[in-house]
């Protein structure tokens, strides 16, 4: 595990991603910033819906005329000034929904979060940071935690945090969301909720 650039208290940012204003997703992410704010940290949470954070998909005839928008450059700046960063989707065809796609695509960015040596090695400028996913999905959670069977947990952590530095620290799935009904299905997210907390409260 790195070395964290936090001591006591961190800059936590959330980033969300669900079409309804009523999804799980939005609990999740309320449960763990109310728990870290409890700690005394301070948190943020972006929704990428929201239309303060509107932005075109990726695209560029010659990416060397390629203009940041001013969210491009707020989604920079929000990832330097995290300590860590927290990610709740729900999962669309086993992977992340688009609009989060598209928002790592315009995140990661070269001399953001990382650069070239003169070499051509890969110098990570997030080093320090750690990350964590929460995701939902209609299907059983099981499966996620396979390595390349549906590796959702491989393309946060080494094809996206892993290639700038962010350190993963924790990755869980709430499944069958689909499959749950009523209280049942009630009771079943109030024990993902129970088991997100406990994660805001590790550290």
């Not at 998909?57 to 203009?67: D, G, L, S, V």
């Amino acid at each position: 595990m790195n070395s964290h650039l936090y001591t006591e208290y961190m800059n936590i940012l959330i980033v969300t991603a669900h079409p309804s204003s009523k999804g799980d997703t939005h609990t999740i992410a309320k449960t763990y910033a109310d728990a870290k704010i409890e700690k005394g940290h301070t948190v943020e949470i972006m929704n990428l819906y929201a239309p303060e954070y509107a932005n075109p998909y990726f695209a560029f005839e010659n990416i060397r005329e390629y203009e940041l928008s001013p969210v491009q450059k707020k989604f920079h700046e929000k990832m330097i000034w995290a300590n860590e960063i927290v990610v709740v989707h729900p999962v669309f065809w086993n992977s992340v929904p688009a609009i989060m796609k598209n928002w790592i695509d315009l995140t990661i960015w070269p001399r953001v979060a990382y650069r070239y040596s003169p070499e051509g090695k890969v110098m990570k400028l997030f080093e320090g940071k750690t990350a964590k996913v929460f995701a939902t999905s209609g299907g059983p959670s099981w499966w996620f935690y396979f390595p390349f069977v549906l590796p959702l947990r491989t393309f946060w952590e080494l094809c996206v945090f892993g290639f700038c530095g962010v350190d993963l620290i924790d990755f869980q799935v709430c499944g069958n969301m689909d499959k749950w009904k009523d209280e049942k299905r009630a009771n079943h997210l109030a024990n993902f909720l129970k088991r997100v907390k406990k994660s805001a409260q590790k550290i």
